[in-house]
């Protein structure tokens, strides 16, 4: 069966604002504080949702949402299996792009940057914070492999339950977090027209410096 959907007529005009070097921090985390304090004060439903792009060893990228846990001035921090396929991807390749997609606001903010692992330590403290029940399924999860079926995966957390009761669920040695370091961050404002404002942070020589440039859209 072909199936054909034709949506070229669906559109609308991005009029919510505008981006302008005057307005901009001169360093971006600023200027992303800015931003995503701004998308947590709106109705977003998950203003945290960011897609990861991870690319494997034969070159094949591949994309997943996860969740923005904190972010500092060394970068972006998220966390996963480490059996996980973004994990293995990036074992083999560090270099890893994240994007927000806050539509409500007509804003995307681009980052390309450098995954690396936290300390145990740092994730621990994490871990700690997580549902009791978050915590159980990190355990009984074999992240991005196949499952037979999800009665099988219910059945292993109900036997952790009984298994932890009332006591505290360890850190699995195979879950943490990861930060991204930022190279490149790019922050978009949809505009009349198509004519969209782009702005481009690269950081520029050994002092690493933040460049600003404005992007044609």
Do not use: C
């Amino acid at each position: 069966m072909r199936v054909r959907v034709d949506i070229s007529q669906f559109r609308r005009e991005y009029l919510k604002g505008g981006l302008s070097r005057a307005n901009l921090h001169d360093d971006p985390m600023l200027q992303f504080a800015e931003w995503f304090d701004q998308a947590r004060k709106t109705e977003i439903a998950d203003p945290t949702a960011m897609a990861l792009a991870t690319v494997g060893s034969h070159g094949q990228p591949s994309q997943r949402t996860v969740l923005l846990k904190y972010y500092d001035e060394k970068g972006f921090v998220f966390f996963t299996n480490f059996e996980s396929r973004k994990a293995k991807e990036i074992k083999d390749n560090s270099k890893v792009s994240l994007l927000f997609v806050w539509l409500d606001l007509e804003r995307q903010v681009m980052i390309n940057g450098t995954a690396s692992r936290i300390s145990a330590a740092e994730s621990a403290k994490y871990f700690m914070t997580r549902p009791k029940e978050s915590q159980m399924a990190a355990w009984v999860s074999s992240q991005s492999n196949p499952l037979t079926s999800r009665q099988i995966l219910l059945q292993k957390f109900q036997e952790m339950k009984k298994k932890i009761g009332e006591g505290k669920v360890p850190l699995p040695s195979f879950w943490g977090g990861y930060r991204v370091e930022p190279v490149e961050i790019e922050f978009w404002q949809g505009r009349k027209n198509r004519l969209h404002d782009r702005f481009l942070y690269t950081r520029k020589g050994e002092s690493k410096e933040w460049v600003i440039e404005r992007l044609a859209p």
